[in-house]
């Protein structure tokens, strides 16, 4: 599989950490400012054979549960652009996160948008914005 340069926004907050395998400082203040999970270590997702080959880019959202040991569960593709061509490389690689668990249970959100090099494959029509904890909570938003 081809590796690619890959966003990763926390909501409408893109963190300046997206590539790292670990989220600093910055990006935990961005998460935290904006009540979304923070990571503790992310896998980089793959960028999917047939999209590179076809010169596309693109994104996908999903919202998942983080389960006490801090791994996320239960997800559910909210958005994908193109649909369904970045879906399960974005999936296998959220399934390798660890997030710190958060004060509220609940469901959160994800972006991944998939681009690479300057020159090279341009992003796709973008995703929605990731929604927040009450969007996604609305019985336990407070």
Do not use: H
Request: contains cysteine; glycine residues 8%.
């Amino acid at each position: 599989m081809t590796r690619a340069l890959l966003a990763v926004a926390f909501g409408a907050v893109l963190a300046s950490c997206a590539s790292a395998p670990v989220c600093d400082t910055q990006c935990r203040a961005n998460a935290a400012k904006n009540g979304y999970p923070v990571p503790v270590r992310r896998a980089q997702p793959e960028y999917p054979r047939p999209a590179a080959e076809r010169r596309i880019g693109g994104c996908t959202v999903v919202s998942f549960v983080i389960r006490p040991d801090g791994l996320a569960d239960q997800f559910q593709v909210l958005d994908s652009q193109p649909a369904g061509v970045f879906d399960q490389a974005t999936l296998l690689a959220l399934k390798e996160w660890r997030f710190e668990v958060p004060a509220r249970p609940g469901r959160y959100a994800q972006a991944i948008q998939y681009r690479m090099d300057p020159g090279g494959i341009l992003p796709a029509s973008p995703c929605i914005e990731a929604p927040g904890y009450d969007a996604l909570n609305p019985a336990r938003a407070s």
